[in-house]
Every structure is written in C-alpha cells, then in structure tokens.
C-alpha cells in the first residue's frame, strides 16, 4: 500500500518562468536515467527481491523516495510553464533568425534553443509529461531488475551516476536562485545514493550472498579459466598495458592479471554452412543451384521432414 503525502519532500518555486528550461529538465522525469527510470527500477527490484528483508525495504524505502522526486520536478515544470505564449512571438524569431544568417549560425539552433516544447501546449496543457527533453516518451525498457542484486546495485550506481551528472549539468545551465536551489537537494540525494548503491554492493559482497564475477553461482570450472583474466591490446599503441587491468591480482581475487600485446585468433576462417535450396538462398556456386526447378514450400518441406 502506498500512502500520499500532500507535501513536497523539498521545493523552491523558479522567481520566473522559462518555458526553454522547462523543456530542458523533462530530461530529469523521463529521460533513460531520469527519476521514472530509478523509481521503476527500484520499486521492481524491492518487489522482485527474494534475499534478506534488509535489501527488499531498502530498495522501496529509495524507489518511493523517487516518486517524490518526479512531483517535485513536475511541480517545477509547472511553475516555469506558467503564463508561456502559447502564440509565437513572430517579429523576435524574425530578428534573431537574420542575426544568425548574418553572424554566420545555424538558424535552425538558434529557433530550437529559443523555442519551447509544443506538446507543453497542446499535449499536457502546460503541464510536465512522461518523456525526456526532446519529447521522446519514457520506456520502461530503460530499467534494470534481474533478481541477481549484486548485478542490479551495480545497474543502480550506474543509473545515479548519469543521473546527478545531468542535474548537475541543468543546474549549470541555469541562473535562477529557485530552480538552483531545489536542484541543489536533488543533487545531495543523488550524492546518497550513489553512496547507498556502493555500500550495498559491499554489505551484499561481505555477506558471502553474491560475489564478483556475476553470477557468483555459475561453477568457474565451466569458463575457460585460461582467457578468465587477459586482457587483450586490440588497438594500436601499448598504453593500456599501464593499467590496473593488465598486471597483479584481478579484482575478484580469483586469478592474475594478463597484458596481451598481440592476441591471435584462436579458431580458422569461419565457413557458413550451404543454405537450404527451398529458402532460395544464394549459394557458394553456380554449380550448387540445381536446374532452377522449384522445390517443396516451407511448410511442406517442414512437414515431410518432421
């Protein structure tokens, strides 16, 4: 069950609006790393979650702080729309389009830049909406819950890691005090959480439930431990031999690192096997066509055979 409350977990109303910024912060609500994109995939995670009660809390304690994070910024758009032209103010673009051609710019960047998201008007009424900045509608095949949670908190650090870098790139972006200002808490929970994900890996990896590498339940005897740990140069120059990656012991514990300067394939040229004739398919050679008479369709030819 989940319970509203009619109160804001932290907001500062913009002092004016900017109906171009509001476009620009939808990316927030419904972009691939947006707060739809982490509320999603947490609160599946929680739901999904069949380890110690610990983890399954914690993931929907955060995912239902995210839904908080989706009004608050809804609530943003909403004040930056208020009293947007809905006409367009003719005579401007005209001035500022000509000022472009003449100084040499693309006037196509300069109507975009200066132009607000139309569906703002005519789609939600000068409201926020489930989609990134240029419009595109969230999707939920942005989000991440494998029920493997070590594979799941790295997919979360992830997601807040992209997340607080357009946040704080939007703040920069920006010279209001208000719209700064409630950015700034965003920024500070994005700064938990990145830490929450990192101390979660850690108490799941010191709780013997899940270790490098994902899954830590597939036998290691099964891989071909012999390639497990190189790494292989497969571009011009040596430089990444300098690395963590290419010398001592993996991250895992389980094996050594292995610079290879020059890896050769391992297996001959690939040849293809001959298709069907019925799938009329081109073959190797003119001599493997056959009289060119046609053969049994697919579904008689699946038939026959079966």
Not at 58 to 76: K, N, P, R, S
Not at 85 to 112: F, L, S, Y
């Amino acid at each position: 069950m989940f319970y509203h409350t009619k109160k804001l977990q932290y907001f500062k109303p913009p002092e004016k609006p900017d109906a171009v910024y509001a476009m620009k912060i939808q990316e927030l609500i419904g972009g691939t790393f947006g707060e739809m994109t982490v509320m999603m995939q947490y609160l599946f995670q929680g739901w999904n979650c069949r380890g110690p009660a610990k983890y399954r809390d914690m993931l929907l304690d955060v995912g239902t702080e995210e839904i908080g994070h989706i009004e608050m910024l809804a609530t943003m758009i909403a004040h930056l729309l208020d009293k947007a032209p809905v006409k367009v103010k003719e005579e401007g673009v005209k001035d500022a389009v000509v000022g472009a051609v003449m100084g040499g710019t693309n006037p196509r960047d300069v109507i975009m830049n200066a132009a607000m998201n139309p569906q703002h008007a005519i789609v939600s009424g000068l409201g926020a909406m489930p989609a990134d900045s240029v419009g595109y509608p969230w999707n939920g095949r942005f989000i991440v819950a494998s029920g493997n949670l070590l594979a799941d908190f790295r997919s979360n650090l992830h997601a807040e890691s992209q997340g607080r870098l357009q946040a704080v790139r939007l703040y920069e972006m920006s010279n209001d005090p208000g719209v700064k200002d409630t950015l700034s808490f965003m920024i500070a929970r994005d700064t938990m959480h990145q830490n929450l994900w990192l101390a979660a890996i850690e108490d799941l990896e010191s709780s013997g439930l899940e270790t490098t590498p994902v899954p830590s339940s597939f036998p290691l005897e099964l891989e071909k431990r012999e390639f497990a740990y190189q790494f292989w140069n497969h571009s011009e120059g040596t430089e990444s031999s300098e690395g963590r990656w290419a010398k001592g012991a993996s991250m895992d514990g389980k094996g050594e690192f292995q610079y290879v300067g020059h890896p050769q394939p391992l297996s001959p040229k690939p040849e293809p096997p001959q298709p069907d004739p019925i799938l009329h398919g081109t073959l190797k050679s003119p001599s493997a066509q056959g009289n060119g008479a046609s053969g049994a369709s697919v579904v008689d030819a699946t038939v026959i055979r079966s």
